[in-house]
């Protein structure tokens, strides 16, 4: 029986439609309740201090096979950034691939409890889940990667979408996972053969579809399964001069699978496929064209995908799209074909702010989060590692919130991206309300978490508190004090136990993993001839496949009624 | 030059010290006891610079700092310094010179490794082996050498200059294999023999050979004969040398002086294609 109050702070919590109200909050057993015990609860005292509920991450690179090879291929990403033991916290090593217990304790310094790891092949879930077990104070959650896994294609080219329903099903409760990922739709299996798809309506090898009727097919599995969080889409083309317009083109197929309720996609790092021109050289924004089709449309939410100047190493499933990069820079890099599942790809990259194309990049994450006139729909990400380390968070939220930041960075940057860029016209400066929706609540209701991302009765007792007083403190001005309030938490308070005070750890509870367990009225048809193709075609026997429930610490399953 | 600080071990080291502190810069104006106070590690021991050394100061300096005595254990000496004079009458450990973008350092012994990696300025002179991975940078890392010149008198040991992007190496002995591997500009001047594995995966710069060369790697391709190359300012190299080209399988166009005297072997098969 835990108790805790949280006194006098300024509430920020957009899912309730607080604004800023002086009011307490009530923990008791992890949960948020009504009232509690003044006398016997835990008195946290948030006078002067701005409340909000615990940030969540939607699209962040943290732990699995690609990760792991990432860390293992970038010693001199590590040297640079070494954490000591202390009494209470393991050491580690960081900058864009920390280790797993860096990552925990980085995270909720800033303040977030729930992160979601958005790019597990189904092979590598065993090694995901080891991994995310390791990372401590944060719920966490994997999206399988199943947009080019091959019973998908076959079930999707045969029109066979309740068969195709029943079996994403089962893929769910096999590899522990969340939600669909897509990544590149078709694009992964023709890299197999050394080719990809360079729009959405052209056809993948062997399979007789399109990245387009994958995307459609997955997007009504989605409906028919329930599942808490749409499809998590990583588009054709992705990081291509004038790849817009196939962005544009994905959004127009999924218009009529929308019914008005619930979004039936969800864009990741949009950022990355928000590029106009034809070629590196005349290479801009066209976050105008996409946002003005947001601004109309209500059937997507969005993460942006910021680009932070530093060094980094970028990571996706994308395998071709990685070439495309070696391509361009001659780094070390690896690209791996995974069985039948996926590929995948992994190459450092350092963002320059001397570089026109880098900082075209930088701008146009930022003009769609201020373009896009609604931040329900659209998040802040950097989709760790690939833009920035997650780290920079703080900076993105100063240069969303303070025009003043973000036009001394462009100042900065690139003469031609500077003439290029659409910030000087911007005058948008997000409130700390509509911070915490692109930090929290947004995320959460886009992802389906009913508990998390707010602080009305029943949620989880994860709350951020940061050193910041509204009434006295004006963050478009006094930035530089906003930024280093988001960077370092008065309090993180996970499951109502404080786990970090002042920026420092102070307990280091477990996370839970969450995944999906779909109850489909009919269970997946496992037959012979998938048995048979198990045993030709992958490296694991078809008995050695699933996630077994021992392989997870502390497991959170979320029982989902299917309609199928 | 007037104040030196004098450094002598009080110990023969056994196992490493870190020794980053030992840097003009961070000596520059403390006074004796805030120089003692100067934390470094020895092993997993923290401890401070009097603990390890005897710390004297003399009026009548040639450089700042002078180490007499063996500290071929202690590692990163002069790390990042960027001005100023360090010298050491004896041989010297690893990362000596790390990241220097300035100054000078003299060494009058061997050193063992990593001796002026990543550098971008300054000098850094041995006046007997230099170790191997001379200016290569840290593992994994794809910027080696920048600027500023090493000068050996002995002989460099293997991996040396990887990754190297400016800057002078010279060497009056032999160096080791994999010499200037992924090399993209600078100069290196090998006034003897070279090891096999020369300069793979080049993409620019050059590197004369003044010695026999015991093998050359088979993407580079001849080009001409050429009578003497300027190494820098100071010196001319004087051949005549078979001028290589390479590392075609990068597309690289960087050069290699190999002395026609001293390697007779190459005449039958390269001649021709002259």
């Known amino acids: 029986m835990t108790e805790m109050l949280i006194k006098n702070g300024f509430v920020f919590d957009p899912i309730n439609g607080i604004n800023g109200e002086k009011m307490d909050i009530a923990i008791k057993d992890g949960k948020i309740v009504a009232s509690v015990n003044e006398k016997t609860a835990q008195i946290v005292d948030a006078s002067g201090l701005t409340v909000m ?8 690179h943290i732990a699995g096979g690609e990760v792991n090879t990432g860390r293992m291929i970038r010693p001199e990403d590590h040297v640079k950034d070494v954490e000591r033991k202390t009494a209470l916290t393991r050491s580690g090593v960081g900058y864009s691939i920390p280790s797993t217990f860096t990552t925990g304790y980085r995270y909720a310094k800033m303040g977030y409890t729930t992160v979601m790891n958005p790019s597990m092949a189904p092979l590598e879930a065993k090694h995901t889940h080891e991994e995310l077990n390791d990372i401590p104070m944060l719920d966490k959650a994997s999206y399988p990667l199943i947009g080019d896994w091959w019973f998908v294609l076959e079930y999707l080219s045969k029109d066979k979408i309740e068969e195709c329903a029943r079996h994403v099903a089962w893929m769910m409760s096999t590899t522990k996972g969340y939600a669909i990922k897509i990544v590149n739709p078709g694009g992964l299996e023709s890299w197999g053969f050394g080719g990809n798809v360079h729009s959405i309506d052209d056809q993948v090898p062997n399979f007789c579809i399109t990245p387009r009727e994958i995307v459609r097919g997955l997007a009504k599995v989605n409906k028919l399964l329930n599942l808490p969080h749409s499809i998590h889409l990583h588009t054709n083309n992705l990081g291509l001069p004038g790849n817009y317009t196939t962005t544009l ?3 127009k197929a999924l218009e009529d699978i929308y019914t008005g309720d619930r ?18 050289g005349n290479m801009k924004s066209a976050a105008e064209e996409i946002s003005k089709y947001i601004n109309n449309h209500n059937h997507m939410t969005f993460d942006m995908g ?17 070439f495309t990069l070696y391509q361009l820079s001659g780094h070390k890099w690896v690209n791996s074909d995974i069985e039948t599942e996926t590929s995948g790809g992994i190459i450092p990259m350092h963002y320059k702010r001397t570089s026109a194309v880098n900082a075209v990049q930088w701008s146009i994450g930022l003009e769609l989060a201020l373009l896009i006139e609604d931040p329900w729909k659209i998040f802040m990400t950097t989709d760790h590692p690939n833009g920035g380390p997650f780290f920079a968070y703080p900076k993105i939220m100063a240069w969303l919130t303070s025009r003043k930041a973000r036009m001394a960075m462009l100042k900065k940057c690139h003469k031609k991206a500077q003439a290029r860029s659409l910030l000087p016209s911007i005058k948008r400066e997000l409130s700390l309300y509509e911070l915490a929706i692109v930090t929290r609540a947004g995320q959460a209701k886009a992802l389906g978490l009913k508990d998390k991302g707010h602080l009305g009765v029943g949620a989880d007792g994860d709350v951020a508190i940061y050193n910041i007083n509204p009434e006295t403190t004006d963050i478009s001005q006094k930035y530089k004090t906003a930024r280093a309030a988001f960077g370092s938490a008065a309090y993180t308070i996970k499951d109502g136990q404080i786990v970090v005070k002042d920026g420092e750890v102070v307990k280091t509870p477990s996370g839970k993993t969450m995944w999906l367990n779909v109850d489909t009225n009919e269970p997946c048809l496992i037959d012979e001839d998938m048995k048979r193709r ?5 490296t694991i026997e078809y008995d050695n496949y699933p996630v077994f429930d021992h392989c997870i610490k502390v497991p959170s399953p979320i029982t989902v009624k299917a309609d199928v | ?22 840097n003009p810069d961070i000596f520059k104006g403390k006074t004796l006891e805030q120089i003692a106070d100067l934390h470094l590690t020895e092993g997993n021991a923290q401890l401070t610079l009097c603990d390890l050394f005897k710390i004297e100061e003399t009026e009548d300096g040639t450089s700042n700092i002078t180490i007499n005595g063996d500290v071929s254990k202690v590692k990163r000496i002069g790390q990042g310094m960027k001005s100023g004079e360090i010298t050491i ?13 300035g100054g000078k350092i003299v060494i009058n012994g061997n ?6 990696s990543q550098m971008r300025g300054g000098i850094i002179e041995v006046h007997g082996n230099a170790g191997d991975y001379v200016a290569s940078p840290y593992r994994g890392s794809e910027v080696g050498m920048r600027g500023g010149a090493i000068i050996v008198d002995g002989d460099i040991g293997t991996d040396s200059a990887c990754y190297m992007h400016g800057g002078v190496i010279k060497v009056k002995g032999n160096a080791g294999r994999f010499l200037g591997y992924h090399m993209a500009n600078g100069t290196i001047y090998i006034e003897k023999g070279c090891a096999i594995r020369l300069a793979p995966c080049m993409t620019g710069g050059k590197i004369i050979v003044g010695g026999l060369l015991e093998d050359i790697m088979p993407s580079f391709t001849v080009d001409s004969v050429k009578g003497k190359v300027k190494v820098d300012a100071e010196i001319t190299a004087q051949g005549p040398f078979y001028v290589f080209l390479g590392d075609l399988a990068q597309q690289g166009t960087g050069k290699l002086f190999i002395s026609k005297p001293s390697n007779p072997q190459l005449g039958p098969v390269y001649d021709k294609y002259l």
Request: proline letters at 5%; a negative charge.
């Open chain 1, 53 to 60: 509920p615990g940030a969540v991450d939607i699209h962040t």
């Open chain 1, 249 to 251: 083109d994905t959004m």
């Open chain 1, 263 to 280: 979004p039936v996609g969800h864009i990741t790092h949009l950022q990355f496929s928000s590029f106009a021109g034809d070629g590196w």
């Open chain 1, 306 to 322: 910021q680009v932070i100047f530093s060094e980094t190493t970028t990571m996706t499933a994308d395998g071709p799209f990685e």
């Open chain 1, 534 to 538: 198990f045993k030709d075609y992958w």
């Open chain 2, 1 to 22: 030059m007037s104040k030196m600080i004098v450094l002598s071990p009080l110990k023969k080291f056994d196992v490493p010290v870190q020794a980053d502190c030992i």
């Open chain 2, 89 to 101: 009458n004896g041989d010297v450990g690893m990362h000596t010179g790390e990241k220097m973008a």
């Open chain 2, 111 to 116: 050193a063992v490794g990593w001796t002026g």
